[in-house]
T-cell receptor, first 113, second 113 residues
């Protein structure tokens, strides 16, 4: 089964609203990453949070990590139509130093004008 | 100036054929990956090479054979294609074999008829 699982599977919001999605994982990790995939395109890295960090910001993105609950959240503030995409969390296993990321199935976000 | 490029973008072929997908990165990275994304958007790692050396080899049918002629290139050859091989294949690279940010190519959509 996938290491990371996103919730919800799909999210529909209006421009200007905030979008929050969650990721749960099973094993201890070194870091957790969030990626965005626009329709028909490759994945684009958004943000990386290490296991000893609790919160990280990048522009309109805010990521939290709770290693005790094995969960992370991605918040997109003041969403725009261009934020319409699928968002994936990716985790590694703390015992794995080979760069093997495990992805969830993603949250599909639709932002309507 | 494309960082990670893949060819072809689309590949339509008959069952039983052999095909190759090429990947090149101009980022100077040491590590490259092949991922398969199925119709439900699950992204699963297949292979990884670090400086032309195979370091990750997931449970993939041996009809799939990666080849890395140099650290900037990682090609994927598939023999005896089957219907279940239909998917989008992504190449990615990262600076080294640790769990760093990965940079993805645009994907190759393979359709097996």
């Amino acid at each position: 089964s996938q290491q990371g699982e996103e919730d919800p599977q799909a999210l529909s919001i209006q421009e200007g609203e905030n979008a929050t999605m969650n990721c749960s994982y099973k094993t201890s990790i070194n870091n957790l990453q969030w990626y965005r995939q626009n329709s028909g395109r490759g994945l684009v890295h958004l943000i990386l949070i290490r296991s000893n960090e609790r919160e990280k910001h990048s522009g309109r993105l805010r990521v939290t990590l709770d290693t005790s609950k094995k969960s992370s959240s991605l918040l997109i503030t003041a969403s725009r139509a261009a934020d319409t995409a699928s968002y994936f969390c990716a985790t590694d296993a703390a015992t794995d130093s080979w760069g093997k990321l495990q992805f969830g199935a993603g949250t599909q976000v639709v932002v309507t004008p | 100036d494309t960082a990670v490029s893949q060819t072809p973008k689309y590949l339509v072929t008959q069952m039983g054929n052999d095909k190759s997908i090429k990947c090149e990165q101009n980022l100077g990275h040491d590590t490259m990956y092949w991922y398969k994304q199925d119709s439900k958007k699950f992204l699963k790692i297949m292979f990884s090479y670090n400086n032309k050396e195979l370091i990750i080899n997931e449970t993939v049918p041996n009809r799939f054979s990666p080849k890395s002629p140099d650290k900037a290139h990682l090609n994927l050859h598939i023999n005896s294609l089957e219907l279940g091989d239909s998917a989008v294949y992504f190449c990615a690279s990262s600076p080294n074999r640790g769990t760093d940010t990965q940079y993805f190519g645009p994907g190759t959509r393979l359709t097996v008829l």
